[in-house]
């Protein structure tokens, strides 16, 4: 007997069944009727006549039926969204019709109540040693699959990347995917896996790392599942984690103590104790995230300096006021990351102090008064070029500034600037990054994207991102 690959069917389906289909949702729709083949969607729902009449040009072309039954069977990948109540005789049908994958969006079960506790349980027994369906959920917004064709938003960017998220927040998997989507970052998948009863976090991280389209993993994981006690869930987990061999940036959920209840309320998870997750962070080349934020800026930093091997934990800045300097090395001090901002030793520091009359160039670089940028590249070539710096983080505010309307030869010239700095860091393997307090030019985001120039919101954020990168490339350092 052929064995089935269920993440072929999971994210590059031959065929998609909508379970539930709503005309007052019918943004759920929109990413699989815009993007998946019309011929092979089948939608199945018990508002047929008011979705015809209310959204006629949108469902044109598009196979709606008014019972699971009518529908072929073998199903590669179903979205389900119904009641609870109807829940289980819907997936029941489904498994006869040896359905393949089947997404449970249907929230209300073991996370909320007795009566949901006794669904999803029921659910888990179905599934348990099914050897011919796997479940995503119940609780969650589901799949995104640029190259499979479908997506549960359909805001999401049809252009493939290579990065692959794991997530049981559908909320954060929106954010998550839509903040990196604006900042250049697209995906090979992304799953929202709510409840986790079938398919696991780890069973993901296990594809992904195998996956040849998906060079890093993101995760964000609360716990475990209430119905897996007994099977050595993290331990599972943890192996998934030591066999990975691509970066995972891994936000975990539920540390603190009200975050464990609150895990507890949005996906029934059995939220673990702190001491695990610190060894496996010590045991596994995963590299632990506090934020959504953090999570976000370090996917950017992966994405556009990944080539780079910063060799020491420790960073040049570069401003243009004082005051930026103080606070900004401060801010990073505050991380406890083990970040240094290291003084420009001897002979180096003569040498750029020949070539000014005022300004600091003990690091960070303050040269406000430094008008040519010939003579500002030159100290920071002389600067980032040192061994113990191992990465650069410039100040800007694009170019158009202090409400200034420049001509495009001087936009052309901040661009082209831009650049010889980055190329600098480049030839020596070292991540050039600017921080940019704050922006409304929407062509100043756009350029640094073509540019490949990481942009952070402020000098803690580029130097916890970049010490997390230091952190992935040097396995043997640790946090004191």
Known sequence: MTQIDFFEK?????????????????????????????????????????LKEKHEEFIKGVNIYADISEIPDEIDHTVISVS?????????????????????????????????????????????????????????MGLYSPRGKFSYSGGFSEQAGNFALVSQSGDLTNRIVYDLNSKGVYFSFAASVGNSISLRSS?????????????????????????????????????????????LLLLKGGMSELGKRAASSHTGSLASQDAIWNSIFKQTNAIPIVSLEELVDTAVLFRFCSNCEPKHNSILMITYSGGSSVLGVDSIARLNAGIDVPAIREPTHSKMKELIRVGSITNPLDL?????????????????????????IRLTGGPRTMGKDPDKEVIDKF??????????????????????????????????????????????????????????????????
């Open 368 to 392: 406000p008064d430094v008008r040519d940028e010939n003579v500002r590249i030159e100290l920071f070539k002389l600067a980032v070029s040192e061994e113990y710096i191992s990465g650069a």
């Open 415 to 480: 661009y082209a600037d831009l650049m010889r700095y980055k190329e600098i860091c480049t030839k020596l393997n070292k991540p050039f990054m600017l921080t940019v307090p704050s922006t409304s030019d929407e062509d100043f985001r756009k350029k640094l994207i073509e540019l490949e120039i990481p942009a952070f919101s402020s000098f803690s954020r580029a130097a916890k991102a970049f010490s997390n990168l230091y952190r992935y490339k040097n396995p043997k350092y640790s946090e004191t």
């Open 203 to 247: 069973d993901l991280i296990d594809f992904y790392n195998r996956d040849e389209n998906t060079d890093a993993i993101l995760s964000y994981m609360e716990g475990f599942s209430q119905f897996r006690k007994n099977e050595f869930e993290g331990r599972i987990f943890f192996e998934s984690l030591k066999k990975n061999k691509k970066p």
């Open 10 to 50: 999971l994210f590059y389906p031959k065929t998609l069944a909508f379970i539930g289909a709503n005309p007052r949702r019918i943004w759920h729709l929109a990413g699989y009727i815009n993007r998946f083949p019309k011929d092979s969607l089948y939608i199945v729902s018990n508002y047929i006549d008011e």
């Open 84 to 140: 609870r109540n109807r829940l289980l005789e819907t997936i029941k049908t489904c498994l006869e019709k040896r359905f393949y994958t089947i997404h449970v969006f249907s929230a209300g079960t073991g996370e909320f109540d007795e009566k949901g506790f006794e669904i999803e349980s029921e659910l888990y027994e179905l599934f348990k040693n099914n050897k011919n369906s796997r479940l995503v959920g119940p609780n969650c």
